[in-house]
Antibody, heavy 120, light 108 residues
């Protein structure tokens, strides 16, 4: 089934940038899309964005709340996906989960999550 | 944007009872692109059902997904103690931003 491991979370000041990484193993990384989902403390799941496979042109899509600030990319040779977060806001505070999906189906594998705290 | 509205917000039951969780979409969702997740406190969500009614391997058959169009249901027959968690529906309709419902907490 595989495994996803997120890294790069931490405490950041508002306005700063942060890059999260998602490392996949145990499956053919390039055959799967990657999406990021976040969960603010005590809240529900919020979809952040996704990147499709090379077969779909590595097309990306984002939630409106992050569209102009966050960028998702991938390096299939390394089995890693990235979430570049610019202009961080306090409302970006959350656990960020990396997930994988196949074609248009909902994600079937989630990482353990990495915490991002945006505070001055 | 497709908004998913789950009801009820909290469902209080005893073990052995049947849980019925609803997920209503603001516009038609193809059955291929509707899934259900279970999340326990402090853990990542786990996919239970995809394509409206297909159980993931290893998920007990007491979890039953159904529905079409804008109305979808997750039924848990004879709830077990380990089933008490928060459940989310999710849509992945192509050419639409993905979204989750706000969750239903299944409580003892």
């Amino acid at each position: 089934e595989g495994q996803l491991v997120e890294s790069g979370g931490g405490l950041m000041q508002p306005g700063r940038s942060l890059r999260l990484s998602c490392t996949g193993s145990g499956f053919i990384f390039g055959d799967h899309g990657v999406s990021w989902v976040r969960q603010a403390p005590g809240k529900g799941l919020e979809w952040v964005g996704l990147i499709r496979t090379a077969a779909y042109g590595e097309a990306t899509d984002y939630a409106a709340s992050v569209r102009d600030r966050f960028t998702i990319s991938r390096d299939d040779s390394k089995g890693i996906a990235y979430l570049q977060m610019n202009g961080l806001k306090t409302e970006d505070t959350a656990v960020y989960y990396c997930t994988k999906f196949w074609h248009g189906y909902s994600p079937d594998l989630w990482g353990q999550g990495t915490r991002v705290l945006v505070s001055s | 944007e497709i908004v998913l509205t789950q009801s009820p917000g909290t469902l209080s039951l005893s073990p052995g009872e049947t849980a019925t969780l609803s997920c209503r979409a603001s516009q038609t969702v193809s059955s291929t692109f509707l899934a259900w997740y279970q999340q326990k406190t402090g853990r990542a969500p786990r996919l239970l059902i995809y394509a409206t009614k297909t159980r993931v391997i290893g998920i007990p058959d007491r979890f039953i997904g159904s529905g079409s169009g804008t109305d979808f249901t997750l039924t848990i027959t004879s709830v077990e103690p380990e089933d008490f968690a928060v459940y989310y529906c999710h849509q992945s309709v192509t050419s639409h931003p993905w979204s989750f419902g706000q969750g239903t907490k299944l409580d003892i």
